[in-house]
């Protein structure tokens, strides 16, 4: 296990959207539903996360951090996002402290 996992599960996933049969690949499944589908389950397993959370339950907080962060992966390689620019820019983050250099970030 290394930070290489990103990497690798969005590796699979693009080969998954491009060659892989729906009905036995999870990721050409929701791949062809579309984005719309993604998102539905990212909102889905970020309330998951939210309800483990207030349960207080580290094992499952756990899976459902893995479920999260699966869909969101799927949903950024729908949008043609590497999770290694997501991982550039919390590292570009590691340099910033408090509110004012936050400021410049972009806004919603
Ligand atoms: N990491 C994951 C992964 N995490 C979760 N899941 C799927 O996401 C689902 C989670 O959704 P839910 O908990 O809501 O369960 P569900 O109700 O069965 O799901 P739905 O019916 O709502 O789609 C699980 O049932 C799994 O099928 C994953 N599917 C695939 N991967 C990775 O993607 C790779 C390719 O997978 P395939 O495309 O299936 O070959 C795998 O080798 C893994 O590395």
Do not use: C
């Not at 929701?30 to 993604?38: F, P, R, T």
């Not at 991982?87 to 340099?95: K, M, P």
């Amino acid at each position: 296990m290394n930070d290489q996992v990103l990497a690798r599960v969005a590796d699979t996933i693009a080969e998954r959207r491009a060659a892989a049969d729906p009905g036995s690949s999870y990721v050409a499944k929701l791949a062809a539903k579309g984005l719309d589908a993604m998102l539905k389950k990212v909102g889905e397993e970020a309330t998951e996360f939210v309800m483990a959370a207030k349960d207080g339950d580290a094992q499952k907080l756990t899976y459902e951090a893995a479920d999260l962060w699966f869909h969101s992966l799927l949903a950024l390689a729908e949008l043609g996002v590497r999770p290694e620019a997501v991982l550039a820019e919390l590292a570009r983050r590691e340099g910033l402290s408090g509110l004012a250099e936050f400021a410049s970030r972009p806004k919603e």
